[in-house]
T-cell receptor, first 116, second 110 residues
């Protein structure tokens, strides 16, 4: 019963490097989300997807790209890493985006990323 | 611009007493609110929610109160237990996703 799996758990990048944060869920959820949490701050929505092939920007999309080729996977791509992207990244999924179903919003355990 | 605000970064309470965590919001269009609990090195997990048609919702030791006119909600934990020590996030439903506050770190001491 894996739920939402994120890899890697930790990563250190140099400025200008690129990387992909992986997220996969095995619950057949349609909605998937990427949030970032900066120290002492709440979670901010980067991108979300309502189903395979459909993605949309959240509150803080700049510097990131996403794709959703399958229901299970929702990778987050950083093309040119910057120190401002140092954060903890959480992937989440839910069956749908209605308020009741967001009570069943399942989060992964997070990826701690440092850009130096 | 933070639309969901948790102005107390931390709270310390003795075991057995009441913990009260506060949350304010600025967007009057928000009509559904949720509390999430987060332990270190884990993702947040759902705790309790409230719809704007209610002013109170209870689930065991957890009660959430909503004051729409003041745009304020609070989470009460009675009695508090050491296992309740975690970061608590208030969130508001924004039509397709959740809008989170900064969180309040609760420490329950024996």
């Amino acid at each position: 019963n894996a739920g939402v799996t994120q890899t890697p758990k930790f990563r250190i990048l140099k400025i200008g490097q690129s990387m992909t944060l992986q997220c996969t869920q095995d619950m057949n959820h349609n909605y998937m989300y990427w949030y970032r949490q900066d120290p002492g701050m709440g979670l901010k929505l980067i991108y979300y997807s309502v189903g395979a092939g459909i993605t949309d920007k959240g509150e803080v999309p700049n510097g990131y790209n996403v794709s959703r080729s399958t229901t299970e996977d929702f990778p987050l791509r950083l093309e040119l890493a910057a120190p401002s992207q140092t954060s903890v990244y959480f992937c989440a999924s839910s069956l749908a985006g209605t308020e009741l179903l967001l009570e069943k919003l399942f989060f992964g355990s997070g990826t701690q990323l440092s850009v130096l | 611009d933070q639309q969901v605000k948790q102005n107390s970064p931390s709270l310390s309470v003795q075991e057995g007493r009441i913990s009260i965590l506060n949350c304010d919001y600025t967007n009057s269009m928000f009509d559904y609110f949720l509390w999430y609990k987060k332990y270190p090195a884990e993702g947040p997990t759902f705790l309790i929610s409230i719809s704007s048609i209610k002013d109170k919702n209870e689930d065991g030791r957890f009660t959430v109160f909503l004051n729409k006119s003041a745009k304020h909600l609070s989470l009460h934990i009675v009695p508090s237990q050491p296992g309740d020590s975690a970061v608590y996030f208030c969130a508001a439903y924004s039509g397709y996703a959740l809008n989170f506050g900064k969180g309040t770190s609760l420490l329950v001491t024996p």
